[in-house]
């Protein structure tokens, strides 16, 4: 079992910067894959970015080069930096956790079947 709380994030301007920040407690947090999964109001669930063990990243097309995706294995913790955000970033945002099965293995990294735990959220507001 793992129990996720996320942190940080608020309100600001477009243009403006927030640190999401993701602590884990229970199982073993590099036994892991993570992800952060954003829902906007009146749209569907959205896997953003994606770590794996090993460290690999995934990004949708929409926040390359604006969000970076890391973890600290020492610390627990799992960290979304969001850069030169827009107004379409508006939502709340998710800290999930998976491990890899034989069934999993052909699922892409977006494919919330992936992911086991769920933390409770965070919102990020994004003003023009």
């Known amino acids: 079992q793992v129990q996720l709380v996320e942190s940080g994030g608020g309100s600001v301007q477009t243009g403006g910067s927030l640190r999401l920040s993701c602590a884990a407690s229970g199982d073993t947090y590099s036994d892991y894959y993570w992800a952060w999964v954003r829902q906007a109001p009146g749209k569907e669930r959205e896997a953003v970015t994606y770590i794996s063990t090993g460290g690999i990243t995934y990004y949708i097309d929409s926040v390359k080069g604006r969000f970076t995706i890391s973890r600290d294995n020492a610390k627990n913790t799992l960290y979304l930096q969001m850069n030169s955000l827009k107004p379409e970033d508006t939502a709340m945002y998710y800290c999930?956790?998976?491990?890899?099965?034989?069934?999993?293995?052909?699922?892409?990294?977006?494919?919330?079947?992936?992911?086991?735990?769920w933390g409770q959220g965070t919102q990020v507001t994004v003003s023009s």
């Open positions: 999930v956790a998976g491990q890899m099965t034989l069934t999993r293995f052909s699922m892409g990294w977006a494919d919330s079947r992936r992911y086991d735990y």
